[in-house]
């Protein structure tokens, strides 16, 4: 028997294992660990909210509680000082505090006057008074609507119809995807962000129309979309890692899809943006 010595095949027997690459763990944000400190803040805007709303209140448009718009070509770019004076002015012969006064048109050379429903006269004097004030003519007295209480609570009724319905459709995809739980997180998530939508509109005195109702559903559709997303990750991970408990899960879940649901926050804002400007 021959036997030929390769010290090349030592050299392999005694040589070391190649280390084994380890697997870079990202840095993740401990949600669920902090949840107490999360709920904490959450309760104290909630209480500040609940504070602003009621002592500020809403400014309610023409469309939600009936009355008068006018809108009047100024025929330069209004100022702040400017509305300020038309609110006087018009206040003083209407005798009422007018719901809205907002520069309109391009370039925002026309005023939008809403207020609650006056007669013919008291509009003429108005339009007479601003006439009189920035050099009008007839002919930039652009448009004047009025609408009744009736058409206005039909217009409150089928917002808080909309969005209830919306609302409760939304918990019964998500009872029939995922189970009634998930369904029911989901719409207090809902309820959450609406709730601050509002605060937003009474804290800087927005005014409440049709507008608002159509802000609101798309505040759901994207509000609903994340969450949907995050629920989904989170079945995904409690497969992949039996091993691990549900906080940890949920924990991975929201990390893995927080920059997914900024990226989409911020295109979309960004889009909004530019329609705006």
Known sequence: MNYEF???????????????????????????????YFLIFTAVCLVIGLAIIFIRGFAWDTDFIGGTSMQINIGHELT??????????????IQKKVSAVQRTGDGGKQVLIKCTEIDTEVRDAVFEALKERFSLTDADRLNVSSVGASVSADFRRSGIISVSLAVALMLVYITIRFDFRSGLAAVVCLTHDLFF??????????????NCIAALLTILGYSINATII??????????????????????????????RSVNTTITTLLTILMIYI
Request: hydrophobic fraction near 35%.
């Open 197 to 210: 939508m509002a605060v937003a509109y009474a804290l800087f005195g927005l005014p409440m129309n049709t």
């Open 6 to 36: 390769n010290p090349q095949s030592m050299y392999d027997m005694n040589a070391a294992p190649a280390p084994e690459k380890k697997k870079v763990q990202k840095k993740q944000i401990p949600f669920v660990k902090y949840r107490k």
């Open 80 to 93: 702040k000082d400017e509305l300020n004076e038309i609110t006087s002015i018009t206040e003083d012969i």
């Open 230 to 259: 995050v629920f989904d990750r989170v079945r995904e991970n409690v497969k992949l890692n039996p091993n691990s408990t549900f906080g940890e899960n949920v924990t991975l879940s929201i990390n893995q899809t927080l920059l």
